[in-house]
């Protein structure tokens, strides 16, 4: 993925994230680089693992924090890890410009 915890399609971006579910607060990490060289936004939500919930809560996380309509987001592969790459549809351009964005601050 080049450094960076996503990758663009002809109509998404791919966004591999590393979520910590029953945090004691929502918040999105920044980004981490695991021992194998793979890059992730790391996350975290105080919903608990079960039954879907962490992972709806990380999608409104995301969709809060990149400004995004929620349907747009989807969960791809991982839905019971905790590594997960997620589906976010729309402009790959103008989904890259807001992660740099948030990256960069």
């Known amino acids: 993925m080049s450094g960076r915890p996503y990758s663009k399609h002809s109509d998404h ?4 994230i590393r979520l910590t579910p029953n945090s004691g607060r929502n918040a999105v ?4 680089t695991a021992a194998a060289g793979d890059v ?11 039954d879907g919930k962490a992972n709806k809560a990380l999608i409104l996380l995301l969709a809060d924090t990149f400004r995004l309509p929620k349907s747009s987001i989807s969960i791809m592969s991982g839905e019971t890890a905790r590594k997960k790459i997620l589906r976010i549809d ?3 351009e103008d989904l890259e410009e807001k992660l740099e964005k948030f990256l960069k601050a």
Not at 13 to 16: G, I, K, M, P, Y
Not at 29 to 32: A, I, N, R, S
């Open 13 to 16: 971006l791919r966004l591999a």
């Open 29 to 32: 990490d920044g980004m981490e």
């Open 40 to 50: 992730f936004l790391k996350a975290r939500v105080t919903a608990v693992p079960e």
């Open 90 to 92: 729309g402009d790959p």
